[in-house]
């Protein structure tokens, strides 16, 4: 990562500069990517964590974007400002949404969750919002601030979900693989498997993200990384995958659609098959 966005990080924290910081929030709850950078970069840090869930309340502020966004159907504010103008996306538009399970690798041969690499920037999304969210969530106090948060109406994880289910238009479907990313980095904390097995219909949807794993790939990867991550260790998600709707098949049709450029996501569907058949 560059030098200046450690340097903007680090006077962030230092200093706790509270009218830059709430400046360089509301820009990425605005859509704008340019202060991304330094902000994931502070929210991947325990002490910017710890800022930015109870100095800004990022989380509740968060949560209402993307509501009005997913209501509204507005992809266009989860789309970067940088990359091209709002006149110039149209649903042909596509970006490709890499997890990069490289920045926090699962390792499936040790049979735990085993995190490695470098985890300051652990999500390459391309959306400003959920970009800060998901380099948030790689900090533990970041993962239990999503998890707990909420509105009347819904819940981070519900509102997640739902983006995640999309596949058309192509800015919504690029949208929906950079939510399954967040979910993934969500699915890592301990307290997670209570909540997606209560969340009605909340491992059917990452199975049905697995399934369609030949039309959006990206996604794919992301959900059946955080369906392993949340059966390891955990019997009542393992039963709870078990009796979804087509499970069996789900996970035979991502191995299907699997090639040679799509390592992860069969490492991962192997991995997975292998911890629900003990």
């Known amino acids: 990562m560059h030098a200046a966005v450690y340097l903007v990080a680090t006077l962030l924290c230092c200093a706790g500069a509270p009218p830059v910081l709430e400046r360089l929030v509301a820009a990425v709850l605005a859509g704008r990517s340019q202060p991304v950078a330094a902000l994931a970069a502070f929210a991947a840090s325990p002490d910017g964590a710890r ?3 109870h100095n800004s309340g990022i989380a509740a502020r968060a949560l209402r974007a993307l509501q009005d966004a997913v ?3 507005e992809w266009r504010r989860l789309l970067p400002t940088l990359q091209a103008s709002a006149a110039a996306l149209g649903d042909g538009w596509r970006v490709s949404v890499r997890p990069h399970i490289a920045a926090q690798r699962l390792d ?5 969750c085993v995190m490695s690499g470098d985890s300051s920037c652990p999500s390459t999304s391309p959306f400003p919002c959920v970009q800060v969210l998901t380099a948030l969530c790689s900090q533990p106090e970041g993962q239990r601030a999503l998890l707990a948060c909420s509105t009347p109406s819904d819940t981070m994880l519900g509102v997640l979900l739902s983006l995640a289910e999309h596949s058309a238009p192509a800015s919504a479907a690029a949208a929906a693989a950079a939510a399954a990313v967040l979910l993934r980095q969500l699915a890592l904390c301990p307290e997670a498997k209570a909540h997606f097995v209560s969340r009605r219909g909340a491992l059917q949807t990452l199975l049905d993200a697995v399934s369609a794993a030949g039309a959006q790939p990206e996604r794919a990867v992301a959900a059946v990384h955080a369906l392993w991550a949340l059966v ?19 996970l035979g049709a991502a191995l299907a659609a699997c090639g040679q450029e ?12 292998s911890l ?3």
């Open 51 to 53: 800022v930015l869930v």
């Open 71 to 73: 209501a509204a159907k």
């Open 108 to 112: 499936w041969h040790h049979g735990a």
């Open 232 to 250: 390891h260790g955990g019997e009542r998600v393992k039963v709870a995958v078990r009796r979804c709707e087509g499970w069996e098949q789900a």
């Open 262 to 273: 799509q390592p992860a996501l069969k490492s991962g569907v192997k991995a997975l098959l």
């Open 276 to 278: 629900l058949a003990k």
